[in-house]
């Protein structure tokens, strides 16, 4: 595969975020924390996973189904990190979520395996094999939402550390925009097969959508620095702004 500046730059955003993962990787092994573990195989996984799938077409074509199925597998590793962080950090008692986690995570390695023999890695619309995987974004999405709102009103009781309370509203807010920008690469992708434009990659490579990820990357990129890598001071201004408030 041939690399091409200055496009190519935003190669540094896996390599930034894998960096973060050997700090989680770090904080998992010192406190035998799963979530951690968890999130940082996540943010070293996908990012990866969204570089190789916008470059499949660089590679020699015999070559292509190969880049098509690491990049499947990369996004599947990181949608099965994502289902059992879910239901590890939200619904550790629920016998349904730990089905879900599981069974899930069994389903969409299943499905990723199962394309190779079928060959559906030999074109362009092994994209959509994903559609399982994205369900996991929605997940945690939607727990980290519903944590937020919960322990908010516990906040105003004093009965909540301020600080937990925004991790989860920054957990929401990274994940849901992650979220937003998998819903419009999908219908992106919809919208090319109806013109005969569809192409590896799919809706994520159209300029318009493409455009909206670049803002929505913002977002992103200070929620996931707030939510690990947030300085000291900034916790105290959110103790102290509770402090105020109450």
Request: with cysteine; charged share 15%.
């Amino acid at each position: 595969m041939r690399l091409e500046f200055p496009a190519d730059f935003g190669l540094l955003v896996p390599v930034l975020l894998s960096l973060l993962s050997l700090r989680l990787f770090r904080a998992a092994h010192r406190t035998r924390g799963l979530p951690e573990l968890l999130v940082g195989l996540y943010f070293l996984l996908v990012p990866f996973g969204i570089s190789l799938s916008l470059r499949v077409g660089r590679f020699d074509p015999g070559a292509a189904w190969m880049a098509r199925a690491g990049a499947n597998l990369l996004f599947t590793c990181g949608g099965v990190a994502l289902l059992l962080f879910a239901w590890s950090v939200f619904r550790p008692d629920a016998r349904w979520a730990r089905r879900l986690a599981w069974g899930g995570s069994a389903a969409v390695l299943a499905i990723w395996a199962l394309a190779i023999p079928l060959g559906i890695y030999a074109t362009g619309l092994s994209l959509f094999l994903l559609l399982p995987v994205y369900a996991s974004y929605i997940w945690v999405f939607v727990e980290s939402l519903r944590y937020y709102l919960m322990l908010r009103r516990r906040q105003r009781l004093g009965l909540a550390d301020p600080v937990l309370v925004n991790r989860f509203l920054l957990f929401a807010i990274w994940t849901g925009s992650v979220g937003v920008i998998t819903l419009l690469g999908f219908a992106g992708s919809l919208a090319q097969l109806a013109r005969g434009t569809f192409h590896d990659g799919g809706g994520l490579g159209d300029p318009v959508i493409l455009l909206i990820t670049r803002a929505l990357a913002v977002p992103i990129a200070v929620s996931i620095f707030l939510t690990f890598l947030a300085p000291a001071r900034y916790h105290a201004w959110l103790r102290a702004k509770a402090s105020a408030a109450s």
